[in-house]
């Protein structure tokens, strides 16, 4: 029987071609489906959607975690997007034949040997927290890289799971976790006031009395001289993205904006874009079973 788990690996580069191909082709060696690759300049900032068997997605992600703390220096790093280590996070997702528990199990081992071998402390997060202060990967990143630096070592509750209770001096330290899928789900808006992002994102996001499931920030993109809310969905199921969407909309015409587009980086399960559809076509009854490449993976696989 086979069994598959995802990892989304993040590491803090968007910008070097060669560092982000360097890393991502250590994953090629193994027996791993690479299904994406995002890099965004602004955010200085790699996501990877990675698929396959746990010992083999999890040998690969940490030969790409070793050689992005060869090749990374967080002293120099700056982007829009929070950090702390050169392989920032790995999170690891339960898909085919595989439990939460395989995946939380499969969180320590990776945090153990990648700690050991390279020196870096690693925190765990979400569904393998080691204590509830930890879950929320906000709480564990607060700070970030420069933070972290000055209280590790000193702040008891900035002790890491595993590796050494100090920074490392140019990698940082990483986030492991195990976790349901997550839709990274960005809206942009039309206009570039960042401070109109920050009071959308505000509204929407649950830590600020938003929606229970969605971690929100607003950010600028300077390239296209616009300002984004960009958006962790965290249970598509319970706040689907329609309803955060159209919230979105409605908060941007208040400031005398609107959105402009808006985009999903990485992998999206089929479900919560059949709820998009079903919500915006006004469809009665409509199942996920109805859409034939569906039911043709579930006839053949």
Sequence with gaps: MIKLVECVPNFSEGRRKDVIDAIVNEARKYKVKILNVHSDADHN?????????????????????????????????????????????????????????????????????????????????????????????????????????????????????????????????????????????????????????????????????????????????KEKGIVQVSMNMTNYKKTPLFRVFETIKREAERYGTHVLSSEIIGMVPLDAIVDVASFYLQLDEFDSKQIIEKRLLEEFL
């Design 45 to 221: 900032r790699t996501d990877v959607t990675i698929i396959g068997e746990p010992e083999e997605v999890k040998k690969a992600v940490l030969d790409m975690s070793l050689k992005a703390v060869e090749l990374i220096d967080m002293n120099k790093h700056k982007g829009e997007h929070p950090r702390m280590g050169a392989m920032d996070v790995v999170p690891f997702v339960p898909l085919l034949n595989t439990t939460m528990e395989d995946c939380i199990k499969l969180a320590h081992e990776f945090a153990k040997e990648f700690s050991e071998k390279a020196g870096v402390p690693c925190f765990l997060y979400e569904e393998a927290a080691t204590k509830p202060g930890r879950k929320n990967l906000a709480d564990v990143r607060r700070g970030e890289f420069e933070g972290l630096k000055e209280e590790i070592g000193k702040n008891p509750e900035k002790t890491p799971d595993y590796g050494p209770n100090k920074i490392h001096p140019t990698a940082g330290a990483t986030a492991v976790g195990a976790r349901e899928f997550l839709i990274a789900f960005n809206v942009n808006l039309a206009t570039d006031d960042i401070e109109i992002a920050k009071k959308i994102a505000k509204a929407v996001r649950h830590s600020s009395g938003g929606y229970r499931y969605v971690k929100a920030m607003g950010f600028e993109i």
